[in-house]
T-cell receptor, first 114, second 116 residues
Framework: EPEVTQTPSHQVTQMGQEVILRCVPI?????FYWYRQILGQKVEFLVS????????KSEIFDDQFSVERPDGSNFTLKIRSTKLEDSAMYFC????????????FGQGTRLTVV | AQSVTQPDIHITVSEGASLELRCNYS??????LFWYVQSPGQGLQLLLK??????LVQGIKGFEAEFKRSQSSFNLRKPSVHWSDAAEYFC??????????????FGKGTHLIIQP
């Protein structure tokens, strides 16, 4: 069964450092998403991406965040200068339909900022 | 803006007993509705979804959910739970603005505990 793959599964970084979280969406999917889940809280939408550009983004997705599809298979989330409050589980998802329906989620990357 | 409310933070059910997890949404029209399950250390797995049509939808693992427009609810049910159902359950709402790929809005989740 096709799946969304995220790497690394866990990343620890120092405050102020840049991090890149990587995702390989399902191959025939066209819409890509990043969500985050702060420990003990709900899953929150960050950004959606289609046709090589951002489609929608939430208030959380400020100038510190960027997304890219560098090579036609990977989908990355970059945090430019990490803060303690960026510590969370980050989920990548992909879908064939723009509503986010049938969105398939990866296993997540746990980011810890120290 | 749309919102999703899951009023029960924790629910404890005996193995073999029936289960109902509540979900209410706030939105002016009928959104797309989903239930996801998250086992410890795992990602989110789609249990079932409602787009239109029959208001009772069947999902994987023996789960079903009923959309009630008058109550703005989409409660998840299972007639007999198994110990492996212990997990976090999230109700989510999806929209389609016609312009972009709108993300899902999740509820805060209900933690299901199964006791022997």
């Amino acid at each position: 069964e096709p799946e969304v793959t995220q790497t690394p599964s866990h990343q620890v970084t120092q405050m102020g450092q840049e991090v890149i979280l990587r995702c390989v969406p399902i191959s025939n999917h066209l819409y890509f998403y990043w969500y985050r889940q702060i420990l003990g809280q709900k899953v929150e939408f960050l950004v959606s991406f289609y046709n090589n550009e951002i489609s929608e983004k939430s208030e959380i997705f400020d100038d510190q965040f960027s997304v890219e599809r560098p090579d036609g298979s990977n989908f990355t989330l970059k945090i430019r200068s990490t803060k303690l409050e960026d510590s969370a589980m980050y989920f990548c998802a992909s879908s064939t339909h723009p509503t986010g329906t049938e969105a398939f989620f990866g296993q997540g990357t746990r980011l810890t900022v120290v | 803006a749309q919102s999703v409310t899951q009023p029960d933070i924790h629910i404890t059910v005996s193995e073999g007993a029936s289960l109902e997890l509540r979900c209410n949404y706030s939105y002016g029209a009928t959104p797309y509705l989903f239930w996801y399950v998250q086992s410890p250390g795992q990602g989110l797995q789609l249990l079932l979804k409602y787009f239109s049509g029959d208001t009772l939808v069947q999902g994987i693992k023996g789960f079903e959910a009923e959309f009630k427009r008058s109550q703005s609810s989409f409660n998840l049910r299972k007639p007999s739970v198994h110990w492996s159902d212990a997990a976090e359950y999230f109700c989510a709402v999806g929209l389609y603005s016609g312009g972009g790929a709108d993300g899902l809005t999740f509820g805060k989740g209900t933690h299901l505990i199964i006791q022997p």
